[in-house]
């Protein structure tokens, strides 16, 4: 192995350590202070599927493991199956992206989301479903929590596919000059 690649590595772990660390605390402190109704958006789930859509699917799956622990963990709602959705978003995503021509990658990033986020509202129903023991109205979860949170998640995935984008520039810089992936 090279030095440029290990450094690499390493400036890799140090650009996405910090932008996981910063979504995460966004993700569970900042976000639910402003709910539409009773729906919280997911940020996060923009973020996995960006990494996986511009890089590979290995590299977006374990960033989905971890920003799902972390979530969780922040979070405070114990172990759930967050961290393996994340992981299948990172690395079907990931597949997208690898069929996807350079230049079409974000209309792949925009066609991928809704399908993410509806994933997650169906994934946010079971769990409603298997949760609440009393009878709950479906029309009034779809209306009130279900659709307020895959919209809000679509709005607020474009900023998280910037921030991203961002935390990436550094990436590609040292990507041209060290010649490592």
Do not use: W
């Amino acid at each position: 192995m090279n030095k440029h690649f290990n450094a690499g590595i390493i400036f890799d772990i140090l650009l996405y350590g910090t932008l996981l660390i910063l979504l995460s605390v966004l993700q569970t402190t900042l976000i639910p202070r402003f709910p539409i109704y009773d729906s919280v958006p997911d940020i996060m789930l923009g973020a996995v599927c960006c990494i996986g859509i511009y890089r590979k699917e290995k590299c977006a799956a374990v960033f989905g493991l971890i920003a799902g622990l972390c979530s969780d963990a922040l979070g405070s709602v114990g172990l759930s199956l967050l961290p393996l959705f994340y992981t299948l978003v990172g690395y079907f995503s990931g597949l997208i992206g690898d069929n996807a021509r350079e230049k079409a990658r974000f209309a792949a990033f925009l066609i991928t989301i809704p399908a993410v986020s509806f994933a997650k509202i169906a994934l946010s129903f079971f769990h409603h479903i298997i949760n609440y023991y009393e009878t709950i109205e479906l029309g009034q979860l779809f209306l009130y929590t279900l659709l307020p949170e895959f919209v809000y998640t679509l709005f607020l995935c474009i900023p998280s596919f910037l921030l991203v984008k961002l935390f990436d520039i550094p990436l590609n810089i040292l990507r041209k000059r060290g010649g490592y992936r």
